[in-house]
Each structure stands twice: as structure tokens, then as C-alpha cells.
């Protein structure tokens, strides 16, 4: 699927998972805005532990660590969609 993270279906069945495959540190507060118009989701919270995107439908949780969980997409493509959409930004060196 991806060189830059792993993808699964969370134990409880209600979210999919993505991790990166390499170490990540994140700074939420300074890419918020940036995840927020990629996605074309509204911030929720932004906050130093956590950053939750959403619209009307769907969420994006994004931790510091570079873990995150899509939330009530319509279907796994979907989500992974969203994954590699937000992966460039998420898990390149620059990022």
C-alpha cells in the first residue's frame, strides 16, 4: 500500500489505523491549518497531544507520533484515500 505507513482496521471495528513505518515527531499546532485545507476538514481540537479534523461525516485524529484514526468513513478505500493523501506531509523528512 505504502513505503511510509501500515493501514488496519482498529480491534473495536469503529476506526482504521495508520502508523508510520519510521519514527515521527509532529508539531500539530504549525501543520493544522495545512492538514485541515488538504483534507478540506474543519479543526475540531489543536493542541500540542492531539489534532482532530472532522466535517460532517468523518474525523481525522492525528497524534504527535504520526498515528492516525479515521473515523466513520464510508468504506477502508476511503480512509486509505485520506492516509495517502496526509502522508507526504505527515512522514516525509521535511515534514
Do not use: H
Not at 1 to 26: I, N, Q
Not at 57 to 66: D, E, H, L
Amino acid at each position: 500500500m505504502s513505503d511510509l505507513f501500515l493501514f488496519k482496521l482498529c480491534t473495536d471495528g469503529g476506526a482504521f489505523e495508520v502508523r508510520p513505518k519510521k519514527r515521527t515527531k509532529l508539531d500539530l499546532p504549525a501543520i493544522s491549518g495545512e492538514l485541515a485545507s488538504m483534507t478540506k476538514m474543519r479543526i475540531r481540537v489543536s493542541l500540542p497531544a492531539i489534532l482532530v479534523l472532522e466535517d460532517d461525516n468523518q474525523s481525522v485524529t492525528v497524534y504527535p507520533s504520526g498515528k492516525l484514526l479515521l473515523r466513520k468513513f464510508p468504506s477502508e478505500e476511503s480512509a486509505k484515500q485520506i492516509a495517502l493523501l496526509l502522508s507526504p506531509k505527515l512522514y516525509s523528512s521535511s515534514a
